[in-house]
């Protein structure tokens, strides 16, 4: 894999001209933060070796390098799933090769399903937990030792500096925000009202197809993590209703506008 890894980060940066300070990953019908940001570089992933493709509606499948609030960027735009059929060391490859560049903070965007009583659909939520309810673990197998520890400390996996200054900027501009826990599952079924009961016992506000893999690779790389969901449907008993990904997409496109300035503030503090 570091063979693999270092590969891929000499490649970009043969075709980049700076060293990217943040990276994004953007998720279903997230894409919109792109358009904030002043390109430079835009690589399709079909164009970067040891890459997979994207294969979902609403994941465009181009790394974007550019400047955003002042600070340089590398954007996902559109992410792997275990669900594409991918194994979680490739749907997490990019988190690794982002480190190689040069990346100092992870932010993580997704869209999900609520199962908080108090959220609605189009609420925004900032994960401060998670739940890793995959079938399986990405730092599964022999240990590198120059990725990071065979046994990293989960403890205080979301940067807590970086949850307080969202949530003051959030309440200085009036945007309603949440922050909970995420459960991330395999997918690609959208919950049964079973499983919404049983995911909301164990203590999730939130449940999603994504990522919780790629946080754990960057805590493994003692990368800091934010990241915020967008609450596409509700798992909430009384209020659940048949969804589509279609859906999804159209939900999280109306309130990105939210979360695609969360972030730019919250760069502009960095």
């Known amino acids: 894999m570091l063979k693999h890894i270092k590969e891929t980060a000499a490649y970009i940066q043969s075709k980049i001209s700076f060293k990217p300070e943040i990276g994004t990953i953007l998720g279903t019908g997230l894409g919109g933060l792109v358009e ?23 994941h465009t499948g181009k790394l974007i390098f550019g400047e955003l609030s002042g600070k340089n960027v590398v954007v996902m735009q559109g992410r792997f799933h275990y669900y594409e ?13 982002m480190k190689f560049l ?47 520890p065979r046994f990293p400390d989960m403890s205080d996996v979301y940067d807590k500096q970086l949850i307080k200054t969202t949530k003051e900027i959030a309440a200085k501009n009036d945007i309603k925000i949440h922050e909970g826990v995420y459960v991330g599952l395999s997918g690609p ?19 999603g197809m994504s990522t919780v893999p790629e946080v754990i690779v960057a805590r493994h790389m003692s990368i800091p993590c934010f990241a915020v969901s967008i609450i596409t449907d509700l798992g909430v008993p009384g209020k659940i209703e048949k969804i589509t990904h279609e859906e999804v997409q159209r939900v999280a496109a109306i309130a990105e ?14």
Not at 89 to 96: D, I, S, W, Y
């Open 36 to 58: 904030s940001i002043h390109i430079k570089h835009s690589i399709s992933y079909e164009d970067i070796p040891n890459f997979r493709l994207s294969t979902v509606e609403g």
């Open 85 to 97: 059929g991918y194994t979680l060391p490739e749907v997490t490859f990019p988190v690794r090769v």
């Open 102 to 148: 040069g990346i100092e903070r992870l932010f993580v965007s997704n869209a999900s399903g609520g199962m908080n009583p108090d959220f609605e659909v189009g609420d925004l939520m900032i994960l401060n937990d998670h739940i890793n309810f995959f079938a399986s673990n990405p730092l599964i197998g022999k240990n590198i030792p120059e990725l990071g």
């Open 189 to 207: 079924t959208f919950e049964t009202p079973a499983e919404y009961r049983m995911l909301r016992i164990w203590g999730a506000d939130a449940v």
């Open 257 to 270: 506008k939210k979360m695609t300035f969360l972030f730019k503030e919250l760069i502009k503090t960095l």
